[in-house]
């Protein structure tokens, strides 16, 4: 016991009084900076991925390169302002980012993504990376049914996908109706037999998507001002005699996102044409 305590109190002393050795200034660190602080995970554009999600995890990040089989894409990142929560659907900070991610798609595409089979998501952080003070929100394009809900694999990215020709564009049908119910639109080429084409889009009021699914006269009144325009007609009481029409809204998650554009369709429930009714005019479209 007495050695050790003699060996402390010369140690102790020799802190004190002994000099570093030369060429080192005492600092332990070197002069090195200290390490940052970890950041949140934030996922980058350019990637795709083999399923849709409403929500990513870090530990479940798992991007592909776009040439891989996927069923979607990543194209934008932005920021998402601070709060306590992720957005919930329908507010406001949801909506901007819907807003912010529907613009984005334009450019990325190189067109009007509502005219074509595709769809813009959002995905958020998880709430445990929310709270770790993740404030990302990613864009997403998915290839997609009319309906917007069946989203189809692809191996290629729809970087500039509609600044040309594209099948992807909504052009002209042959759909299957049951009552008034259409069970499926199947795309043809518009010199083949076709007894639709996509219109527009027409803009709904901002009301409640109970209201929207029941109004169709409201609809109808609507997808008729759009195909009248697409045709070359004059926009009257006459429209419901020339042609029937097919809407497409959009779906309940696109609704609470801020999304009022439906996509409107000419239809004709016997008659078959071979070519577009763009600008056909009257003598095309007689009222009948």
Request: aromatic residues 10%; proline residues 7%.
């Amino acid at each position: 016991m007495r050695r050790f305590a003699y060996l402390l109190v010369v140690f102790l002393a020799a802190g004190c009084t002994t000099a570093p050795p030369d060429g080192n200034d005492g600092d332990l660190t070197g002069g090195w900076a200290l390490p940052p602080a970890p950041a949140p995970f934030l996922p980058q554009p350019g990637f795709c991925h083999a399923s849709l999600t409403q929500t990513e995890a870090a530990a479940d990040y798992r991007p592909l390169s776009c040439d891989q089989v996927h069923v979607s894409e990543t194209y934008a990142v932005g920021t998402a302002a601070d709060a306590d929560v992720p957005p919930a659907a329908g507010t406001a900070g949801a909506r901007a980012a819907y807003r912010e991610c529907a613009d984005k798609a334009v450019t990325f595409l190189g067109g009007q993504w509502r005219a074509a089979r595709l769809a813009v998501h959002v995905v958020w952080p998880t709430r445990h990376a929310w709270s770790g003070g993740a404030r990302w929100f990613r864009c997403d394009v998915t290839q997609s049914d009319l309906d917007g809900y069946g989203q189809s694999g692809r191996a290629e990215t729809l970087e500039g996908e509609l600044t040309g020709p594209s099948p992807l564009r909504l052009g002209c049908f042959a759909p299957s109706v049951k009552g008034e119910t259409v069970t499926e639109m199947k795309p043809v080429r518009c010199t083949s037999k076709h007894r639709a084409e996509f219109a527009g889009l027409w803009q709904a009021p901002d009301t409640s998507y109970a209201d929207l699914e029941a109004g169709t006269a409201r609809s109808a009144a609507g997808c008729r001002s759009v195909i009248a325009r697409f045709a070359g007609l004059p926009d009257d009481s006459d429209m419901q005699y020339r042609s029937g029409w097919i809407s497409y809204n959009p779906t309940r998650t696109e609704w609470l996102a801020g999304e009022r554009r439906v996509r409107c369709f000419i239809y004709f429930a016997e008659r078959t044409l071979t070519r577009s009714l763009k600008n056909a005019g009257p003598d095309v479209l007689p009222v009948d």
